[in-house]
Antibody, heavy 122, light 112 residues
Framework: EVQLVESGGGLVQPGGSLRLSCAAS????????MSWVRQAPGKGLEWVAN????????YYVDSVKGRFTISRDNAKNSLYLQMNSLRAEDTAVYYC???????????????WGQGTLVTVSS | QSVLTQPPSVSGAPGQRVTISCTGS?????????VHWYQQLPGTAPKLLIY???NRPSGVPDRFSGSKSGTSASLAITGLQAEDEADYYC????????????FGGGTKLTVL
């Protein structure tokens, strides 16, 4: 059974940092692109970042470029999101998800974790 | 404001059929990019409902179906059940954005 379990969320002050983790099990982690998606309270979904199987390609939504870094450790079956210079507008539940590539540029997310809440506030 | 527009809410009585639209443009759906749909039950993580416009993952009831035409896509739910009450999101690729992968704003389905 595919399982994705996020951790690392919490309350952080504006300008602070936080590192989210996602532990994967039930599938060959190193064979899949992975993604982070967030959802602000009461709002819709927003794609945040993608990372290729070997970590050689990474993509970010404009609003987090230069502040967030996606990474992975295939030996530990783990996905990470390092978030620096956090802003109030980064407050959201952050989900990790497994990405399925349909064709070049086109993908969907077939398994999602339960999410971890990040609150940026003074 | 997403480039994929969904109605904020739809409703229907048990047993009825409802549709949820996802309207895009020539840089996303109209360019031929596939649309995928997710269901988010209250207080839970999103779940894949439809991929590649009209394909259902294993375990998704055939009451759920997807279609695409022109610059729009639709999710249809037949035989509406109380447990279908949820938020529904479409997702696709947009060639005009630097952050190319977008979700629709979401539609809240209420079962009356």
């Amino acid at each position: 059974e595919v399982q994705l379990v996020e951790s690392g969320g919490g309350l952080v002050q504006p300008g602070g940092s936080l590192r989210l983790s996602c532990a994967a099990s039930g599938f060959t982690f190193s064979s899949y692109w992975m993604s982070w998606v967030r959802q602000a309270p009461g709002k819709g979904l927003e794609w945040v970042a993608n990372i290729k199987q070997d970590g050689s390609e990474k993509y970010y939504v404009d609003s987090v470029k230069g502040r967030f870094t996606i990474s992975r450790d295939n030996a530990k079956n783990s996905l990470y999101l390092q978030m620096n210079s956090l802003r109030a507008e980064d407050t959201a539940v952050y989900y990790c998800a497994r990405r399925i590539q349909l064709r070049f540029l086109e993908w969907f997310l077939d398994y999602w974790g339960q999410g971890t809440l990040v609150t940026v506030s003074s | 404001q997403s480039v994929l527009t969904q109605p904020p809410s739809v409703s229907g009585a048990p047993g009825q059929r409802v549709t949820i639209s996802c309207t895009g443009s020539s840089s996303n759906i109209g360019a031929g990019y596939d649309v995928h749909w997710y269901q988010q039950l209250p207080g839970t993580a999103p779940k894949l409902l439809i991929y590649g416009n009209s394909n259902r993952p294993s375990g998704v009831p055939d009451r759920f179906s997807g279609s695409k035409s022109g610059t729009s896509a639709s999710l249809a739910i037949t035989g509406l059940q109380a447990e279908d009450e949820a938020d529904y999101y479409c997702q696709s690729y947009d060639s005009s954005l630097s952050g190319n992968w977008v979700f629709g704003g979401g539609t809240k389905l209420t079962v009356l």
